[in-house]
């Protein structure tokens, strides 16, 4: 990654936004169905990395399994207010509406990840850690090193997730055939 | 990248830049700089910047990208003549206590140059920026009028104040405490106004 060693970390936030925003909001549009919530979840999580980006330490691991660290947090707590509250967009209030233009963008984005929302629903059979570990290196193409940093496990511990849940989706696949 | 995400990193460089401008990075760990300058501190600052130099330019990367400059009735001029620039002129601004910075937008074209080859420019007054508040400054498109435009707006809570430009063409964006917003002398929509060419 570029360094900015003349000042601030504006620069250097730029890079990682550019090269992960689009795979954070496509990782919500497997989720939702609504172009705001994905806009409002990809800004959340991208407000909470800006915010962090101090205590960001590259050698823990990559700026995407950063991103998708605080990404996978940031779903999490919305399931949990949608859980408790049914009223999880009232946190999430903060931001804009959206234009036409990007609510017919995002909605083109929800669309183009059908593919791995049937997959992730395919993989309804697994733990959640296995499916986080399928999603993360099949679906938003971090590696297994990326993924690992980003569900904050050992490497061992993913690559054992990962083999047993293909394992058990080529089982199911078969049968399925 | 898509229009949502030109947006969202606007949002981000208008809520984040300040915060982020501050935050440096040396070797492999980031680290949060000291907080920024409190205006009371930077008046002795801003003489001993006076009177060293009518132009500041940036020592480090781009010296031909901006210039900040501190004029003698207390305004401050930011001339921006490529977006490389904006780095440096933020940490400028920071520098002299100025509670302004420039925005990095997606949209930024990749130079920014008037007719004739003047860098385009705004002169505003850091004093009357609401102390709870921040100038913030967005490089936009060249539009037709003029070769390029900077819009300003104001980051923070609050009202912005009832304000107007004193002098020709948006040299001094005033604002004031209290209610309304920002105005410009060119007729500028609130909460923008714009750098001008020479």
Redesign the interface.
């Given at each position: 990654m570029r360094?900015?060693?003349?000042?601030?970390?504006?620069?250097?936030?730029?890079e990682v936004?550019?090269s992960n925003?689009?795979l954070v909001?496509a990782y919500f549009a497997r989720r939702c169905w609504e172009p705001q919530e994905v806009?409002d979840l990809?800004?959340e999580t991208?407000?909470r990395a800006?915010?962090s980006?101090?205590?960001?330490?590259?050698?823990r691991g990559s700026a995407r399994a950063w991103l998708f660290g605080i990404a996978a947090h940031v779903w999490a707590g919305y399931c949990a207010h949608v859980t408790d509250s049914r009223d999880a967009m009232v946190r999430l209030a903060g931001y804009?509406a959206?234009?036409t233009?990007?609510i017919d963008?995002?909605a083109a984005k929800i669309d183009a990840q059908q593919a791995g929302r049937e997959l992730l629903e395919r993989c309804s059979m697994l733990s959640a850690n296995e499916r986080a570990a399928i999603e993360l290196v099949d679906l938003a193409d971090l590696t297994p090193k990326e993924a690992a940093a980003a569900l904050g496990v050992p490497r061992g511990v993913l690559r054992m997730r990962l083999s047993r849940a293909r394992t058990r989706l080529r089982k199911e696949y078969r049968v399925d055939e | 990248?898509?229009?949502?995400?030109d947006?969202?990193?606007l949002?981000?460089?208008r809520?984040?830049?300040d915060?982020?401008?501050?935050?440096?990075?040396?070797g492999?760990?980031?680290?949060?700089t000291h907080p920024r300058l409190l205006a009371g501190t930077t008046v002795g600052l801003a003489a001993v910047v006076a009177t060293a130099a009518a132009l500041l330019f940036g020592a480090?990367?781009s010296p031909q990208a901006f210039a900040v400059t501190r004029n003698p009735d207390g305004t401050v001029t930011v001339n921006l003549m490529h977006p490389s620039g904006i780095?440096?002129a933020?940490?400028k601004l920071a520098a002299m206590g100025v509670r302004a910075q420039i925005a990095?937008q997606?949209k930024t074209p990749p130079k920014l140059v008037c007719p004739g080859g003047t860098a385009p420019t705004i002169t505003f007054d850091p004093a009357s920026i609401p102390t709870s508040q921040e100038l913030v400054i967005a490089a936009g498109q060249p539009d037709a009028g003029n070769a390029a435009t900077l819009k300003a707006g104001i980051k923070g809570s609050g009202n912005t104040g009832p304000g107007d430009t004193s002098g020709a063409g948006n040299h001094v964006v005033r604002m004031y405490p209290g209610g309304g917003k920002i105005r410009t002398n060119s007729g500028a929509d609130n909460h923008v106004a714009r750098m001008y060419c020479p």
């Amino acid at each position: 990654m570029r360094r900015n060693l003349h000042g601030g970390a504006l620069a250097e936030f730029e890079e990682v936004y550019r090269s992960n925003v689009g795979l954070v909001a496509a990782y919500f549009a497997r989720r939702c169905w609504e172009p705001q919530e994905v806009a409002d979840l990809t800004s959340e999580t991208i407000v909470r990395a800006a915010g962090s980006f101090d205590a960001f330490d590259c050698r823990r691991g990559s700026a995407r399994a950063w991103l998708f660290g605080i990404a996978a947090h940031v779903w999490a707590g919305y399931c949990a207010h949608v859980t408790d509250s049914r009223d999880a967009m009232v946190r999430l209030a903060g931001y804009r509406a959206l234009e036409t233009s990007e609510i017919d963008e995002l909605a083109a984005k929800i669309d183009a990840q059908q593919a791995g929302r049937e997959l992730l629903e395919r993989c309804s059979m697994l733990s959640a850690n296995e499916r986080a570990a399928i999603e993360l290196v099949d679906l938003a193409d971090l590696t297994p090193k990326e993924a690992a940093a980003a569900l904050g496990v050992p490497r061992g511990v993913l690559r054992m997730r990962l083999s047993r849940a293909r394992t058990r989706l080529r089982k199911e696949y078969r049968v399925d055939e | 990248m898509s229009e949502f995400e030109d947006n969202l990193w606007l949002a981000v460089v208008r809520d984040h830049a300040d915060e982020l401008a501050r935050t440096e990075r040396t070797g492999h760990h980031r680290r949060a700089t000291h907080p920024r300058l409190l205006a009371g501190t930077t008046v002795g600052l801003a003489a001993v910047v006076a009177t060293a130099a009518a132009l500041l330019f940036g020592a480090s990367t781009s010296p031909q990208a901006f210039a900040v400059t501190r004029n003698p009735d207390g305004t401050v001029t930011v001339n921006l003549m490529h977006p490389s620039g904006i780095a440096g002129a933020n940490r400028k601004l920071a520098a002299m206590g100025v509670r302004a910075q420039i925005a990095v937008q997606a949209k930024t074209p990749p130079k920014l140059v008037c007719p004739g080859g003047t860098a385009p420019t705004i002169t505003f007054d850091p004093a009357s920026i609401p102390t709870s508040q921040e100038l913030v400054i967005a490089a936009g498109q060249p539009d037709a009028g003029n070769a390029a435009t900077l819009k300003a707006g104001i980051k923070g809570s609050g009202n912005t104040g009832p304000g107007d430009t004193s002098g020709a063409g948006n040299h001094v964006v005033r604002m004031y405490p209290g209610g309304g917003k920002i105005r410009t002398n060119s007729g500028a929509d609130n909460h923008v106004a714009r750098m001008y060419c020479p």
